[in-house]
């Protein structure tokens, strides 16, 4: 399911929660009709983390050449540490408001490309041009195929046939090699 499709679809569930909720007194919602009041809960919290997850993590940028299992750590981290989910959660059972739970969701993601972004700027680097080495050699980032201009990071794809490509060396590395 795309993210539209999902918004849409917990904005539906959203919906029906809140016509119950409002049309039936909680402790009939929770005896007379706790199997089906429950079955929608469930259907709610889970087409909602569907929901944040697509928004959060989807088509986020890694950086391949380094592990996996630590970059999921820091994205974990993050999200723990933000408490954003929680205020996801209050959100989706006070105001039902998607639209509001989207901007959320898009926030833990800047939240959460940022503390990416170390991994993602070991892919900066200095390319030069070999058949005009005199010419200044432009910073770019091999990963986000952006150019450094201006102070901006902009989107420009270079052709790096003929181009020497220098990179910084990590922090991580430099320690190791002062041993």
């Known amino acids: 399911m795309t993210t539209y499709e999902l918004g849409s679809s917990l904005e539906k ?3 029906k929660l809140k016509q119950n909720r409002e049309n039936v007194p909680l402790d009939i919602l929770k005896t007379y009709y706790k199997v089906p009041y429950e079955e929608l809960i469930a259907q709610v919290n889970q087409t909602a983390t569907a929901f944040v ?3 959060v993590t989807g088509q986020l940028l890694i950086n391949p050449d380094v592990s996996m299992n630590e970059q999921a750590d820091v994205v974990n981290q993050t999200i723990q540490d933000s408490g954003m989910i929680k205020q996801i959660s209050h959100c989706m059972s006070q105001t039902y408001d998607v639209t509001l739970i989207h901007l959320m969701a898009l926030e833990l993601r800047k939240k959460v490309e940022a503390a990416l ?3 993602i700027s070991r892919k900066n680097c200095l390319v030069a041009d070999l058949d005009d080495i005199e010419k200044e050699p432009i910073i770019y980032n091999t990963l986000t195929k952006q150019v450094y201009e201006n102070d901006h990071w902009i989107d420009r794809e270079l052709d790096l046939d003929g181009k020497l490509l220098i990179y910084l ?3 991580e590395k430099k320690s190791k090699d002062n041993f």
């Open 13 to 15: 569930l959203l919906s």
């Open 53 to 55: 997850k697509s928004i």
């Open 117 to 119: 972004y170390p991994y």
């Open 169 to 171: 060396k990590s922090e």
